[in-house]
């Protein structure tokens, strides 16, 4: 069994910035290909950032330049430094890790609202 733990949510003002982090935990042996999503009210959810395990990085338009996705192989966590927020980044904001031979788990997701 895998958990993941998200953290790092909250309220900021436009133009600050947050720092959000998912660790997995419980058996696995790897941990491969790393995501964030985020779903804000009344739309699909959207793929915001994807880190490879050899951290190769790829982020959606919409946050090109504000946001950085990275992660820590020995704590087996990925985390999304986000700045420059804006109040339509305004989402609940989930992780997504892939182990081993391609099992995909996900955080609980983590609300993250911006204020104008």
């Known amino acids: 069994q895998v958990q993941l733990m998200e953290s790092g949510g909250g309220l900021v003002q436009a133009g600050g910035s947050l720092r959000l982090s998912c660790a997995a935990s419980?058996?696995?042996?790897?941990?491969?290909?790393m995501v964030w999503y985020r779903q804000a009210p009344g739309k699909q959810r959207e793929l915001v950032a994807v880190?490879?395990?050899?951290?190769?990085?790829n982020y959606a338009d919409s946050v090109k330049g504000r946001f950085t996705i990275s992660r820590d192989n020995a704590k087996n966590t990925v985390y999304l430094q986000m700045n420059s927020l804006k109040p339509e980044d305004t989402a609940v904001y989930t992780c997504?890790?892939?182990?081993?031979?391609?099992?995909?788990?996900w955080g609980q997701g983590t609300q993250v609202t911006v204020s104008s």
């Open positions: 997504k890790i892939n182990v081993d031979l391609g099992t995909d788990y």
């Open positions: 419980g058996r696995f042996f790897r941990t491969n290909v």
């Open positions: 880190i490879t395990s050899g951290g190769t990085t």
